[in-house]
């Protein structure tokens, strides 16, 4: 097994700045980005000890294809993309917000819904729901970007209160998130899926909002198989999904969510193995794709390689 790529450390000429989030690294330039997937994997917001290999790789080549499928929805970060871990894109102005869309009572919904809760930010959920149910309509249920920590549950009208966002600008939000849902619901139907849940990033550029970040990847979304969801659903029995759900299934499993004084367990070569073949499959199910490993011994230097000759071709 090849090992992932757990961090980078890159030094290009004429880089403006450095961060490293969760998952991805990112070099700044003067009005571009490059972003950089590792092979890093968080659940319960807390990044794991392991990475796991061509996960950066699968998140990268999943969001690539979805943005290119919805630029006539919204625009997109994106310009290039000189390795199969990188994109090189537009460097915008983040909201503070994650626009968090849901057609089904699934994952962290459904836990806050088990618990009694029947209010989620500020949206109204009917009584007498049962897990994976699909909602009346989809729900909108921001959440605030944490650079440290959890990422945390807030309603529209405490974004308006505390001016987080301006009222028309998150009017527009609204919409394109809800736009992009249908067209994601439109695109995974076509693959015998079901889009159940996803998140979605925006940014300003010259003062337009743009789609950022990935969009329909397996650590953004939660897809179920459409082929039996009713009768699963009829009989009580577990929805075949396709997600990072089944990662933190097995952390709490080991008795691990992310609370203070919890330990995460061993990631044992095989449980990595196990992973990183489940991303694959994610891949070639939601793109309907056969996924190309990129080989080669040492990952890192051909992201440093090809990141630098794109820069050096187009004199950034």
């Given at each position: 097994?090849?090992?992932?790529?757990?961090?980078?450390?890159?030094?290009?000429?004429?880089?403006?700045?450095?961060?490293?989030?969760?998952?991805?690294?990112?070099?700044?330039?003067?009005?571009?980005?490059?972003?950089?997937?590792?092979?890093?994997?968080?659940?319960?917001?807390?990044?794991?000890?392991?990475?796991?290999?061509?996960?950066?790789?699968?998140?990268?080549?999943?969001?690539?294809?979805?943005?290119?499928?919805?630029?006539?929805?919204?625009?997109?970060?994106?310009?290039?993309?000189?390795?199969?871990?990188?994109?090189?894109?537009?460097?915008?102005?983040?909201?503070?917000?994650?626009?968090?869309?849901?057609?089904?009572?699934?994952?962290?919904?459904?836990?806050?819904?088990?618990?009694?809760?029947?209010?989620?930010?500020?949206?109204?959920?009917?009584?007498?729901?049962?897990?994976?149910?699909?909602?009346?309509?989809?729900?909108?249920?921001?959440?605030?970007?944490?650079?440290?920590?959890?990422?945390?549950?807030?309603?529209?009208?405490?974004?308006?209160?505390?001016?987080?966002?301006?009222?028309?600008?998150?009017?527009?939000?609204?919409?394109?998130?809800?736009?992009?849902?249908?067209?994601?619901?439109?695109?995974?139907?076509?693959?015998?899926?079901?889009?159940?849940?996803?998140?979605?990033?925006?940014?300003?550029?010259?003062?337009?909002?743009?789609?950022?970040?990935?969009?329909?990847?397996?650590?953004?979304?939660?897809?179920?198989?459409?082929?039996?969801?009713?009768?699963?659903?009829?009989?009580?029995?577990?929805?075949?999904?396709?997600?990072?759900?089944?990662?933190?299934?097995?952390?709490?499993?080991?008795?691990?969510?992310?609370?203070?004084?919890?330990?995460?367990?061993?990631?044992?070569?095989?449980?990595?193995?196990?992973?990183?073949?489940?991303?694959?499959?994610?891949?070639?199910?939601?793109?309907?794709?056969?996924?190309?490993?990129?080989?080669?011994?040492?990952?890192?230097?051909?992201?440093?390689k090809n990141i630098k000759n794109y820069l050096a071709k187009h004199n950034l």
């Amino acid at each position: 097994m090849i090992e992932g790529v757990k961090e980078t450390n890159f030094q290009f000429p004429n880089q403006t700045g450095f961060y490293s989030g969760k998952v991805r690294d990112i070099y700044f330039f003067k009005d571009k980005l490059a972003m950089v997937a590792t092979d890093r994997i968080s659940a319960f917001d807390v990044i794991l000890p392991r990475p796991i290999p061509y996960k950066g790789q699968v998140l990268n080549q999943i969001a690539q294809k979805f943005l290119e499928a919805t630029k006539d929805v919204v625009p997109n970060w994106i310009t290039d993309s000189p390795d199969p871990n990188v994109s090189i894109g537009l460097k915008c102005q983040p909201y503070v917000v994650e626009m968090v869309i849901r057609g089904y009572l699934a994952g962290h919904a459904w836990r806050e819904y088990r618990e009694g809760k029947r209010t989620l930010c500020g949206v109204s959920l009917p009584e007498g729901l049962k897990e994976n149910d699909k909602l009346p309509t989809p729900i909108i249920t921001p959440t605030t970007k944490a650079k440290e920590g959890h990422d945390e549950d807030i309603s529209r009208e405490e974004i308006l209160r505390q001016g987080i966002v301006a009222e028309a600008e998150y009017v527009q939000l609204e919409k394109y998130t809800r736009a992009l849902f249908e067209r994601g619901t439109e695109i995974a139907a076509k693959q015998g899926l079901i889009l159940v849940d996803t998140k979605y990033e925006f940014g300003k550029f010259n003062n337009e909002i743009y789609l950022i970040d990935e969009i329909h990847t397996p650590d953004s979304s939660r897809y179920f198989y459409k082929e039996g969801y009713e009768s699963r659903q009829a009989s009580g029995e577990k929805q075949k999904q396709l997600s990072k759900e089944f990662v933190r299934q097995w952390l709490i499993e080991n008795g691990f969510q992310g609370k203070e004084g919890q330990e995460i367990p061993t990631m044992t070569n095989e449980v990595v193995q196990s992973i990183s073949d489940r991303y694959i499959e994610l891949y070639e199910k939601v793109t309907g794709e056969t996924f190309q490993k990129q080989t080669g011994t040492n990952v890192v230097e051909r992201i440093e390689k090809n990141i630098k000759n794109y820069l050096a071709k187009h004199n950034l």
